[in-house]
């Protein structure tokens, strides 16, 4: 389990928080996330959807990034 929050907002500008996310299990990012940031103490591993293409990208504890076009992630899963 990762302890801490994992905060992202999406196209939308709508802001969400998952709160000591489970390792291991996938997560939807609701409409796409533009920005993150992990506040966890765990890696979060960044994708998008089977069949939607593109590369996972890894934010490390602490790290934030931002996102726009066709790379914007739709999933996350936490080590």
Excluded at 7 to 21: C, E, H, K, Q, W
Excluded at 54 to 76: H, T
């Amino acid at each position: 389990m990762a302890t801490g929050d994992f905060v992202y907002i999406n196209a939308s500008g709508d802001d969400f928080t998952l709160r000591d996310p489970p390792s291991g299990q996938r997560f939807t990012l609701v409409g796409g996330a533009t920005l993150v940031l992990n506040q966890t103490n765990a890696s979060a591993t960044l994708g998008r959807t089977t069949g939607r293409g593109g590369s996972e990208l890894v934010i490390y504890p602490g790290a934030s990034g931002s996102f726009g076009g066709a790379a914007v992630p739709d999933l996350v899963i936490f080590d």
